[in-house]
T-cell receptor, first 110, second 113 residues
Framework: GQNIDQPTEMTATEGAIVQINCTYQ??????LFWYQQHAGEAPTFLSY????GLEEKGRFSSFLSRSKGYSYLLLKELQMKDSASYLCAVNLNRDDKIIFGKGTRLHILP | DAEITQSPRHKITETGRQVTLACHQT?????MFWYRQDLGHGLRLIHYSYGVHDTNKGEVSDGYSVSRSNTEDLPLTLESAASSQTSVYFC????????????FGPGTRLTVL
C-alpha cells in the first residue's frame, strides 16, 4: 500500500522558522510535491522535488532524501498569512498520478 | 488568463438523486483529475483522465463516474447520491508534456441529505 505521514498540526510564532516533515513509503516514486491550502480554498502548488537535496524559493525551501523516504518543507520569517494546511504528495510513477498525505495544519501565533 | 473552474460551488441534494459536478479548464491540459477531501482523510483520487475518451478509476471510485468528450471538460456524476458522498470535491489538471504539477479548481461543497 501507499503511506504518507506528516504531523497533523503544528504551531509557530510570527517571524520564526518552522519545519514540516513528511515521510513516505510508496510503491513507486517520481517526485514529491508540497501544496499549501488555506481554509475553504483550493490547494496551490509550492514546490516539486525530484532529486535529492534542498531547493529554495524565497521564504520557502523543500528538501528531499529519496533513500530515506523523507522530505521537509521549511518556512522562514513566518507571516500570519502562512497559517494554512500544508500537503505532502508523492508522484508515484510517470503517469502523473499523485497520492496525498493528510496534511499538516500550521497555526501562526502573533 | 487560463484557468480551471468548477460549478456549482455549493450543492445540496437528497439521497438517491443523480448529481453532476462540472469541471472546465482552459489550459489545454491533457490530464484531469477528480478528488474528494474529507476531514481525517486528506485528498483522495476518485477518477482521472489522460485525454479525450480516456477515463480511469482512482482510489475511491465506487458510486462515481466520469466522461471525457473534449479536452476542456471532465464532469463527475454521482449516479445515486449517498450521505457518505457529502464532501468537498476538487478538480485538477496537469500537462504531462511540460510538467507533473497539478493545478486545482476552487472546489464544490456537496451536501447529501
Amino acid at each position: 500500500g501507499q503511506n504518507i505521514d506528516q504531523p497533523t498540526e503544528m504551531t509557530a510564532t510570527e517571524g520564526a522558522i518552522v519545519q514540516i516533515n513528511c515521510t513516505y513509503q510508496t510503491s513507486g516514486f517520481n517526485g514529491l510535491f508540497w501544496y499549501q491550502q488555506h481554509a475553504g480554498e483550493a490547494p496551490t502548488f509550492l514546490s516539486y522535488n525530484v532529486l535529492d537535496g534542498l531547493e529554495e524559493k524565497g521564504r520557502f525551501s523543500s528538501f528531499l532524501s529519496r533513500s530515506k523516504g523523507y522530505s521537509y518543507l521549511l518556512l522562514k520569517e513566518l507571516q500570519m498569512k502562512d497559517s494554512a494546511s500544508y500537503l505532502c504528495a508523492v508522484n508515484l510513477n510517470r503517469d502523473d498520478k499523485i497520492i496525498f498525505g493528510k496534511g499538516t495544519r500550521l497555526h501562526i501565533l502573533p | 488568463d487560463a484557468e480551471i473552474t468548477q460549478s456549482p460551488r455549493h450543492k445540496i441534494t437528497e439521497t438517491g438523486r443523480q448529481v453532476t459536478l462540472a469541471c472546465h479548464q482552459t489550459w489545454n491540459h491533457n490530464n484531469m483529475f477528480w478528488y474528494r477531501q474529507d476531514l481525517g482523510h486528506g485528498l483522495r483520487l476518485i477518477h482521472y483522465s489522460y485525454g479525450v475518451h480516456d477515463t480511469n478509476k482512482g482510489e475511491v471510485s465506487d458510486g462515481y463516474s466520469v466522461s471525457r468528450s473534449n479536452t476542456e471538460d471532465l464532469p463527475l456524476t454521482l449516479e445515486s447520491a449517498a450521505s457518505s458522498q457529502t464532501s468537498v470535491y476538487f478538480c485538477a489538471s496537469s500537462d504531462s508534456r511540460t510538467s507533473d504539477t497539478q493545478y486545482f479548481g476552487p472546489g464544490t461543497r456537496l451536501t447529501v441529505l
